[in-house]
C-alpha cells in the first residue's frame, strides 16, 4: 500500500550550470533539491525550506513547472510512497549556510553532467525541458 506524500523540488541555473544535491549516507544519489511538504505548509514554503536545508542557498521568483508522480519505498520513513514531485524553476540569490540537511552535499553540474546523473526520470525530463538550449 503506498501513503501519498507530496513534495517540492529546485531546477536552480546557476552561470551556465545547475546547483544540485547529492545525498552522501551510501550510494550516492544525485538530485534536485528539495523534498517533503509538511503538514500546515505550501508547496512554496517547502520550496524555501528544503532548499535552504540541502544546499544552503536562498532563492527568488519560483516557477511552478509542473508535476510527476514517483513510487519508490522510502527507507527513512520505513513506508512505500506514491510521491507526488511539484518541480519549480528559481533562481539562486546566494549561499546563507552550509547544507543543514544530514549528509547531503551541494554540487555544481553542468546541465549534461546532471542529466545524466539525477536520481530518476521525473526530474531528468522536467531538467531537460527547462535546459536553455534543449
Known sequence: RYIQRSGAYAILPLKGRLLMTAQVDGALDIQLPGGGIDAGESPLQALYREVREEIGWSIARPRRLGAFREFVFMPEYDLWA??????????????????VE??????VLSWDDALV?????????FVERAYPTG
Do not use: D, F, M, W
Open 82 to 99: 506514491e510521491k507526488v514531485c511539484h518541480v519549480y524553476l528559481a533562481h539562486p540569490v546566494r549561499q546563507i549556510c552550509e547544507p
Open 117 to 125: 546523473q539525477l536520481n530518476n526520470a521525473g526530474s531528468r525530463l
Open 102 to 107: 544530514e549528509h547531503h552535499v551541494t554540487l
